[in-house]
């Protein structure tokens, strides 16, 4: 599946609460997904159309409520927005193959990471193969 999919088809292979964020843009609760505390080793992949994006060995306890990265599999897995809503400026982080939101990225806020960057992304939008990495 890639970008060329239609909203239809989004709504129809996606969960209602997957599509409000996959497609929608939308963010869960904190502390409330799947993979908030998940150590388990694989690869994250986009729920909506399974291309790999982070791999677990890049999955850091950030304590934000939500699963927090410090780099993707590679710059071509994710693409980049300005995001102005709710009266910040944030970056938005997107799948580069289907264009589904993820989450958002943000830098400089002092974790003991090899980026100083900390992918903030929706468990909902992640799908985690075990053992693949």
């Keep these: ?13 996606l969960s209602p ?3 409000a964020v996959l497609r929608q843009g939308g ?8 993979y908030v505390d998940t150590t388990a080793a694989g690869m994250y992949q986009c729920r909506a159309c399974g291309a790999d994006l982070f791999p677990s060995d890049t999955k850091f306890e950030s304590h934000c409520g939500w699963p927090s990265f410090y780099a993707p599999l590679a710059e071509d897995r994710v693409r980049y ?32 990471t090899p980026t100083d960057q900390r992918y903030c992304i929706n468990s909902i939008s992640l799908k985690l193969a075990e053992g693949q990495e």
């Design 81 to 112: 927005i300005r995001d102005t809503s709710m009266g910040m400026e944030r970056i938005e982080v997107r799948c580069a193959n289907c264009d589904s939101h993820m989450g958002h990225v943000f830098e400089g806020e002092g974790y003991d």
């Design 17 to 19: 609460e997957e599509y």
């Design 1 to 13: 599946m890639t970008k060329d999919e239609t909203e239809l088809h989004w709504q129809e292979v």
């Design 27 to 34: 963010t869960e609760r904190p502390f409330t997904g799947e």
